[in-house]
């Protein structure tokens, strides 16, 4: 079991950034892929940053490269989503995601998610 906690969100002005924080628990947090996904109003949940278990792979969605940078510390047991340059199409809940590595794109647990809001 794995249980996870996000901080970090809140109210932002367009151009600013935020970092979100992904607290887990357990301790096999290394064994892990960690993602961080985003739902709008009304829209579905999007994929945005996923790392691998040992932090030597990365992707991003199209929407965000160049802006967001995903990252993990096994030894705090916390991923990071360190968000600039943001914009208000930004704006959604943001949740991090773990995925045991040998399945890497089957995220069996979730955070509560926080608030991110960028106003223009």
């Known amino acids: 079991q794995v249980q996870l906690v996000e901080y970090g969100g809140g109210l932002v002005q367009a151009g600013g950034s935020l970092r979100l924080s992904c607290a887990a628990s357990g301790h096999t947090f290394s064994r892990y892929t960690m993602g961080w996904f985003r739902q709008a109003p009304g829209k579905e949940r999007e994929f945005v940053a996923y790392i691998s278990w040992g932090g030597g792979r990365t992707s991003y969605a199209d929407s965000v490269k160049g802006r967001f940078t995903i990252s993990r510390d096994n030894a705090k047991n916390s991923v990071y989503l360190q968000m600039n340059s943001l914009k208000p199409e930004d704006t959604a809940v943001y949740s991090c995601?773990?995925?045991?590595?040998?399945?890497?794109?089957?995220?069996?647990?979730w955070g509560q998610g926080t608030q991110v809001t960028v106003s223009s």
């Open positions: 995601a773990a995925a045991y590595y040998t399945s890497p794109q089957e995220y069996s647990y």
